[in-house]
């Protein structure tokens, strides 16, 4: 029966397609459309547009509704969402070289100083408030005497080969400081003996009471004895450990890539030490760009080549395209003078230091600089006396005229003359854009009194100068607009007192200031620990540097540091004693950011 019937093919063969019953169909439809469309649409829109008003107010606030339910689900999202710093990711940073050695009894330079800061420890560091805080130490006592200083290391500690951190280290360390076969540039040292009194204590015994001495430990890195003790003292600085360091800082040296030896262009590559005893950064890598010059890094961060530089000045600083780059501009402690050279034949006449004194706007100097520094009246830095604190004379033209006028420097035309001798000064800085701005500042006010001025800008980065013995060590100069490295504590011994003037050629006193006052006052406040008796001893110093005008304090110094906005560097309150103190808080730097939800 079933063969009989007709297959499903079979039935399908048989359908057929009228053409003319579809198109008839099809225009029923359109007919039947166009209908409804005149009938519901085309009449009734006279209808809709009598209430349109109401439509457009009932969408208005449909509209409204909607916006605002929104912004409340993205406010309220909000509230438990929070930006935090990335994990892992690479930070390149634009460094002022050279790098010859990255064996930090060396390190000179801005990239050598970085390099050693993220790769070495120290017993004691400054924190992100600016105080003194304890690092590879854990505690310091002091005995009776004020000369026996006992330090315990912090537990745990490891060099970056793994190898445990010991009290031997530590005193290898100052053994090489001391022995002048190893020329390192860290000096002073040479009568504190140190003595590891077992694996995780040291101690110091100084010659006398030396109240600064917590902070001087904080200026030396600790190497490591296994590494070093075999290593010939003389050879130490060309030895592959210059090459290849190992610390026991949060970053370790993983590779040091040549771009271009004819510039001295490099990449220190460090990555995360993951044994850090501080804990381990959010960063996985650092990068360390080095450049010769500061128009080489304004280059590099306007490339994308690096995120950041602390090495810019604040006329280079100003010029950044604000849109791309943050600056944050944070004073460190150190002074920018005009030292006098109180021996030179016009200015060892204290008559003339005293007019010239008179005779200098501070207002306008400061003014000068693109970014706002703040004022230094005295030989350290405001804050770090206190009390009845002496007060620098105020600018006035005219009482620095008749100060010369006195003195019988009267004016001859537009120039000073006294016994048909003009009155002369050679002023010397070296190569940046800030000093630059401020010695043309100085030079307009000095010439106004009638002073001949000549000006000499040198660059000590090139060796054809040979600034440092030439000019600094021979004090060749009338007057050296200079930088001077202050730090936390108000002891300015190195910088004034006579045992530092020339001829002693490593002593850092360029004014050859010499004051039985000041020398006896700067003596006594170093050799006391009492806070109160130290800082009337700094009273006093300061009175009598004020009366015998050294030097004129120009403005505290500033660290520009310029960052890309994607990058997250140290936080902008943070206090900074000195440029590399930036890495206080480098656990938390970050090359972005990125948005999490709080926990409750």
């Known amino acids: 029966m079933d063969e009989d019937k007709p297959s499903r093919w079979q039935r399908l063969q048989k359908l057929s397609f009228n053409k003319k019953l579809l198109s008839k169909r099809m225009r029923r439809a359109e007919g039947v459309t166009m209908r409804h469309a005149r009938r519901f649409i085309v009449r009734r829109w006279s209808n809709a547009r009598e209430v349109q008003r109401h439509i457009i107010?009932?969408?208005?606030?449909?509209?409204?509704?909607?916006?605002?339910?929104?912004l409340q689900l993205m406010w309220n999202q909000q509230n438990y969402r929070t930006t935090t710093a990335a994990l892992n990711g690479t930070?390149?940073?634009?460094?002022?070289?050279?790098?010859?050695?990255?064996?930090?009894?060396?390190?000179?330079?801005?990239?050598?100083?970085s390099a050693s800061q993220l790769i070495f420890s120290k017993l004691f560091t400054y924190d992100t408030s600016g105080h003194l805080a304890d690092d590879l130490a854990s505690s310091m006592s002091v005995d009776g005497t004020g000369k026996v200083y006992t330090i315990k290391l912090r537990?745990?500690?490891?060099?970056?080969?793994?190898?445990?951190?010991?009290?031997?280290?530590?005193?290898?360390?100052?053994g090489l400081i001391k022995n002048p076969s190893v020329r390192s540039t860290i000096t002073g040292w040479n009568d504190i003996t140190v003595t590891a009194l077992d694996d995780s204590t040291v101690q110091f015994t100084v010659p006398a009471v030396y109240a600064a001495f917590p902070q001087a430990l904080a200026g030396v890195p600790i190497l490591p004895e296994h590494i070093l003790s075999k290593v010939t003292p003389n050879t130490l600085r060309e030895n592959d450990f210059s090459q290849a360091p190992i610390g026991t800082g949060p970053f370790s040296l993983?590779?040091?890539?040549?771009?271009?030896?004819?510039?001295?262009?490099?990449?220190?590559?460090?990555?995360?030490?993951?044994d850090y005893y501080g804990g381990s950064a959010k960063l996985d890598r650092f990068q360390l760009h080095v450049y010769g010059t500061r128009d080489e890094i304004i280059k590099a961060l306007s490339n994308g080549e690096v995120s950041a530089s602390p090495d810019l000045s604040a006329t280079n600083a100003s010029l950044m395209n604000q849109s791309r780059y943050d600056v944050r501009t944070s004073p460190i402690d150190s002074g920018v003078y005009a030292?006098?050279?109180?021996?030179s034949d016009f200015l060892k006449d204290k008559s003339i230091r005293q007019a010239l004194q008179r005779g200098t706007n501070m207002k306008a100097i400061r003014a000068k600089l693109p970014i706002t520094a703040p004022g230094l009246d005295l030989p350290f830095i405001d804050g770090e006396v206190a009390g009845d604190v002496p007060k620098v004379a105020p600018y006035d033209a005219a009482t620095a005229a008749s100060i010369l006028d006195a003195d019988g420097w009267k004016l001859d035309g537009t120039t000073r003359k006294k016994n048909g001798i003009e009155l002369k000064l050679n002023v010397v800085t070296t190569k940046d854009a800030d000093y630059e701005r401020v010695l043309e500042e100085l030079v307009t006010e000095w010439r106004k009194l009638g002073i001949v001025v000549s000006t000499l800008v040198v660059d000590p980065t090139d060796p054809s100068q040979h600034v440092t013995q030439d000019i600094l060590q021979k004090r060749n100069y009338d007057v050296l607009l200079y930088q001077l490295t202050i730090g936390a504590d108000p002891d300015v011994y190195a910088y004034w007192h006579s045992s530092q003037a020339y001829p002693n050629r490593s002593g850092f006193n360029f004014s050859n200031y010499a004051n039985a006052i000041s020398d006896d006052a700067l003596s006594s406040a170093r050799s006391r620990l009492e806070p109160s008796l130290r800082n009337a001893k700094y009273l006093a110093f300061a009175r009598q540097w004020i009366a015998d005008v050294p030097a004129i304090g120009l403005y505290q110094s500033t660290e520009q540091y310029v960052s890309s906005k994607v990058v997250l560097p140290y936080a902008s309150s943070n206090v900074l004693v000195n440029p590399a103190d930036r890495y206080a808080d480098i656990l938390y730097w970050s090359d972005s950011s990125r948005d999490v939800y709080k926990t409750p």
């Open 254 to 274: 993983q590779l040091i890539q040549d771009i271009d030896l004819t510039t001295g262009r490099k990449i220190i590559h460090l990555a995360r030490n993951t």
């Open 57 to 70: 107010i009932w969408v208005t606030a449909v509209g409204l509704i909607i916006i605002a339910t929104g």
């Open 91 to 113: 930070y390149a940073e634009a460094v002022l070289g050279p790098v010859d050695t990255l064996n930090p009894l060396y390190a000179a330079s801005s990239a050598e100083l």
């Open 339 to 343: 030292l006098f050279n109180t021996t």
């Open 155 to 174: 537990a745990g500690v490891r060099w970056q080969d793994g190898v445990a951190l010991s009290a031997k280290d530590v005193a290898f360390t100052f």
